[in-house]
């Protein structure tokens, strides 16, 4: 059964930082770009980050640019979201999705399977 499970999530100030985890059972993540998600309360699910099976390409989304880096290690199966100054508009419920071998699209669409989500919360 394929499962991505997403960690880290939590309650952090402004100016904090947090990473998050995306670790897959089931399947290979070698072979899967992955993507960040997230979706606040009454707007759209957007695209955070993604990156490419090989690591070679990244994608970030204007709004993290310098802030969020992400990352994978395939030897443990899991890919990483380091999200650096946090704001408190970086609130959200945070997903990792995958899509095999793909060219590392921003939009949740084209992505197959789906983890239950972290709650990420910033606040004083």
């Known amino acids: 059964q394929l499962q991505l499970v997403e960690s880290g999530g939590g309650l952090v100030q402004p100016g904090g930082s947090l990473r998050l985890s995306c670790a897959a059972s089931g399947f290979t993540l070698a072979n899967y770009v992955i993507g960040w998600f997230r979706q606040a309360p009454g707007k759209e699910r957007e695209g955070v980050s993604c990156?490419?099976?090989?690591?070679?390409?990244?994608a970030y989304a204007d709004s993290v640019k310098g802030r969020f880096t992400i990352s994978r290690d395939n030897a443990k199966n899991t890919v990483y979201l380091q999200m650096n100054s946090l704001k408190p508009e970086d609130t959200a419920v945070y997903y990792c999705?995958?899509?095999?071998?793909?060219?590392?699209?921003?939009?949740?669409?084209?992505?197959?399977?789906w983890g239950q989500g972290t709650q990420v919360t910033v606040s004083s």
């Open positions: 990156i490419k099976s090989s690591g070679g390409k990244t």
């Open positions: 999705a995958a899509e095999y071998d793909s060219s590392c699209p921003m939009n949740p669409g084209p992505y197959d399977y």
